[in-house]
């Protein structure tokens, strides 16, 4: 992951609709993510009303809840938030390539944007650093979010 995040253009929330799944595995650094990322959208405009919030069980999950969340409330944006760390086999390795995939699937076939905010990280102090640190990966994928859902909006005139 870089640390040098793009700037993002200032983006009224207000008109959009977002959704997010969020794992509760690792429930501390996803749960920082989450504080982040809603903290910013409600920052950037976007109404309780249009906002969003589905926990499951893990990252591997979040691939089923976005597609769930897109075709019933049909948010202008999606977002998939959870935290993986290396353990002592690859499961990490294998559950990030296929969420990786499955979140794209979704972007595609619902053609909806979703922002995959799965932090893979190889150990828990770097999860720290990327959820709870000076890194805020939260606010980052928030300002993801709504740029795609603008872009998306845009495009769709």
């Not at 089923?64 to 353990?87: E, T, W």
Request: charge should be positive.
């Amino acid at each position: 992951m870089s640390l040098s995040a793009p700037q993002s253009a200032a983006i009224s929330g207000a008109p959009f609709k977002v959704g997010i799944a969020a794992a509760r595995y690792n429930e501390q650094f996803v749960g920082a993510l989450l504080d982040q990322a809603v903290a910013v959208l409600r920052k950037m405009g976007v109404k309780e009303k249009n906002l969003t919030v589905v926990r499951v069980p893990g990252s591997n999950e979040l691939p089923a809840a976005i597609q769930l969340l897109a075709k019933r409330r049909r948010p202008d944006v999606l977002m998939a938030l959870g935290v993986l760390i290396r353990g002592d086999t690859i499961h990490y390795e294998l559950i990030a390539e296929a969420v990786t995939h499955a979140l794209q699937r979704v972007a595609l076939d619902s053609r909806r944007p979703v922002i995959n905010a799965v932090v893979v990280a190889e150990n828990e102090a770097q999860a720290a650093q990327r959820s709870q640190g000076k890194i805020d990966r939260g606010a980052e994928f928030a300002r993801a979010a709504l740029a795609m859902a603008a872009l998306r909006k845009a495009l769709s005139k």
